[in-house]
Structure formats: structure tokens, C-alpha cells
């Protein structure tokens, strides 16, 4: 088959990572005899400092056009100062937005490899590991609602607003509910419905929705709660389904279950086949170019690429494969070593997945 990827760098670790990722989606191509058209575009601060917006009209257009997309990350301390519709950030939502990209798909699983960067007690994850999936609403919610600064009476102020419409909340009550018919049945709604009048609502239409699912059982959570149990009891989740800001934060707790966010890949879908493929991680300005990025998150997220916007479950099963032997070998990234195992940096590891994938 022949694809068209938009590339997308971005800032801090953004390129290190997906400079692998590009790697590993090339060397499967090769295997499968698929032909990829990669079309690098700009976007976050180097789109800024480039063009003076940090997402260009030819990088909207290039995704547009494309089969998928593949983000590394935005942002960083060069940026902080800018007004909020020029900071990478703001691209970022976006694209989301321009794309329609509302289903946020962030598994976040156990490697067996990895059961000593998990930091619970080994009785709690148990024999089996841990596979639990976070669907977070990703184009509506705070991060989108009506927002203003201004001073008033001489006192500076300042309001986001929460905002989510039933259909918003009801398509991705689907997304969950599908997902739990093809995992175990069971989905955990998390709001703050004691409190907001936006998750009465939203709780409202998932239990609706969960009416045309009655294979699947419905539980709901207080996000205080929720973040509490993530670490007390992860076993009991399945998939979680949450608003924006909720599904943000949670999932990157979740990851540190898993033992570093650089782990941590996601799929951002639509209603057809184009999606944007990004690790949940941020650009890590702290280890930026220093080659000590892990770069699994972005590799486990272009398989999903396979997965979400392609079809091809054997490619990406194939990257999959490749990550596990990797890390069965004992080869860790700096946030994921420990005693006894080999030190390696952002282009060995993507070195040896493309090896694996070779080899598989
Ligand atoms: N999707 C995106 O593009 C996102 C962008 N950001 C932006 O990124 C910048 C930095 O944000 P932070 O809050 O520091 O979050 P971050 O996720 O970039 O970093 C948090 C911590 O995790 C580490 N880390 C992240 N990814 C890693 C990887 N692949 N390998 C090893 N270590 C890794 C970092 O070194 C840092 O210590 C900010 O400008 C923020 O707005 C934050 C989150 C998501
Ligand atoms: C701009 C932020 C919403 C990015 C982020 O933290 C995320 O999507 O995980
Ligand atoms: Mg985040």
C-alpha cells in the first residue's frame, strides 16, 4: 500500500523521538511492502519563530491530505512568554480541533520487562500485569470553552470555562463503550458531577449511552477518587472514560504506574480513518538533543497508527513485538533503567527496534 504521513517534530525532544519513529514506520514498510510519502511540516515555537504562527495553513493542509499524522511534541520555557492563541500549545489543540480529532486513545499497559520501574507493591499489579485504556475526550472541555484575563475594579482576573454539549459527551461514550466490547466489558466514567453541573450532564448521557451496551457494566468515579484508586487498586479499571482536562492528567499518572511517560503512546481519532499518532508525553526541554529520550512512546504510537488509521494489525503487532524483545533484552533508556540492565539513548533504542522488526 502506499501512505502519506504527515510528519510532525515540533519542539524539545519532539525530533529526536520522531526521527525513530520515521525510522521504525520505514522499516516496516519495507517488510510489509507498504511505500510511505513523508511530508514534514512545522508546528509549535519552531513553526512561531519560523513563520510567526505556530500552526501554519501548509501544515493544516499537508495533515488534511494525509492518511495520518505523526507529532512528536510543542512547547517549552522559550515560549512561555506568548500571548495564549500564539504559544505551541494553542497548535496543538488546534490541529486537534481542525481535524476534529475528539477520541484521545492512551493505553497504558505493564511490560513484563519492566515490572521493577513500576513503583507499586508487586502483589498489586500481580502475575498478569496491568492493560488499561483512558479515553479522554480531546476537542471540547476547559481546554476549549470561553476563556478571558482583564482587570477589574483595579483586580486582575482571570476564567476558563468547562463546556461540553450532549453530543460531544455521547459520541465518546460510544468510543469507550466499543472499546470495553473488545477488551473486558467494563467502563468507569470519571466527572466531578457532586460538583460541576458539566459532569451531571455528562453523566447523564453516558448512562444513556450505556443503555445500547448492556453487555458492558458502567461504573462512575469522582476524579479525586479516581486519581486516588489509579495507584491504590489500577486492576479495577478497564477503560476509563473522561472529559479533556480530566483524561490529561490521569493518563500521565497512569503512566508512571507503567514506569516512565516516555512509555506511553495515544491515537487521536475522528469519525473516518485519519488520526494524529503522539507520544501522551510533553517536549521534555530538560533532555532536549541530548540523545536520552526514551523513544517508545512515539514507536508504540505510530503501531497505532498501523492499527487506527491503516488496518494493519500485523505491522503494528510486528513494532509491538519488536519493543517487548527489546526490552526483554535488557535494553532501557535512562527513565526506565535499573541495576543489571544496558544504558542506551534515543537512537540506539530506535536502532534496536529496527533491528527486531528486521528480524521478527
Ligand atoms: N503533546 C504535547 O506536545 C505536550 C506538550 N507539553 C509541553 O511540553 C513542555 C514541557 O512540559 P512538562 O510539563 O515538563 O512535561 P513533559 O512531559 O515534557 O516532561 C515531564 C517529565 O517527563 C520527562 N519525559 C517526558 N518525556 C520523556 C521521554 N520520552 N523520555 C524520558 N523522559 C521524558 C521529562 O524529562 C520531564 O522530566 C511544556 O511546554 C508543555 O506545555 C506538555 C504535555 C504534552
Ligand atoms: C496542550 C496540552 C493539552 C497537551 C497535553 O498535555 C496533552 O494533550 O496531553
Ligand atoms: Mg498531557
Known sequence: MQYTVTVLPGDGIGPDI??????????????????????????????????????PQSTLNSALHSDAVLLGAVGGPKWDGLKGEERPEAA??????????????????????????????????????????????????????????EIRDGVEMAYDTMLYNENEIRRIAHVA???????????????????????????????????????????????????????????QFDVIVTGNCFGDILSDEASQITGSIGMLPSASMGEGALGMFEPIHGSAPDIAGQDKANPIATILSAAMMFTYSFGKLEEAACIEKAVDEVLEAGYRTADIWSEGCTLVGTRQMGQLICERIEAI
Open 177 to 235: 463503550f466499543q472499546s470495553a466490547r473488545k477488551r473486558n466489558h467494563l467502563v468507569t466514567n470519571v466527572d466531578k458531577a457532586n460538583v460541576l453541573e458539566v459532569s451531571r450532564l455528562w453523566r447523564k448521557v453516558v448512562m444513556e449511552v450505556a443503555k445500547e451496551y448492556p453487555d458492558v457494566t458502567l461504573n462512575h468515579l469522582y476524579v479525586d477518587n479516581a486519581a486516588m484508586q489509579l495507584v491504590r487498586d489500577p486492576k
Open 18 to 55: 520522531i526521527r525513530e519513529a520515521v525510522q521504525v514506520v520505514e522499516r516496516v514498510g519495507r517488510k510489509f511492502g507498504h511505500h510511505f510519502t513523508f511530508e514534514e511540516r512545522l508546528i509549535g515555537g519552531v513553526a512561531y519563530d519560523q513563520t510567526g504562527e505556530p500552526l
Open 92 to 149: 496543538l489543540l488546534g490541529i486537534r480541533k481542525a481535524l476534529n480529532l475528539f477520541a484521545n486513545i492512551r493505553p497504558a499497559k505493564i511490560y513484563r520487562s519492566l515490572r521493577d520501574a513500576c513503583p507499586l507493591r508487586p502483589d498489586i499489579i500481580g502475575e498478569d500485569g496491568l492493560d488499561i485504556v483512558v479515553i479522554r475526550e480531546l476537542t471540547g472541555g476547559i481546554y476549549f470553552g470561553p476563556r478571558k484575563r
